[in-house]
């Protein structure tokens, strides 16, 4: 396995944790619990962070040009009725 598909495969294993992490957030019961998993969250946003960088830094991934102010305007008319 090359370089960039462990780091794929990677990102994708933290952000299916994140997605397990947030779904145990909105259903915990029990606030110790709720904190732990927030704590976790935390700790693993910053993970994927790195990955990111990373994976960009090496053109594994090449981020999507941002949102032009026509874009903008039509998703806010959009929202607003």
């Not at 145990?24 to 960088?53: G, H, L, P, V």
């Not at 960009?56 to 009725?81: F, H, L, N, T, W």
Request: proline fraction near 2%.
């Amino acid at each position: 396995m090359d370089e960039k598909t462990s780091v794929s495969d990677t990102l994708a294993s933290v952000n299916s944790i994140l997605n397990k992490l947030n779904y145990s957030i909105e259903q915990a019961n029990d606030k110790m619990f709720r904190e732990t998993c927030q704590n976790f969250r935390d700790i693993f946003e910053a993970i994927q962070w790195d990955i990111y960088e990373f994976a960009k830094q090496k053109q594994y991934y090449v981020p999507a040009a941002p949102a032009g102010q026509a874009d903008i305007e039509q998703v806010k008319q959009s929202i607003q009725g």
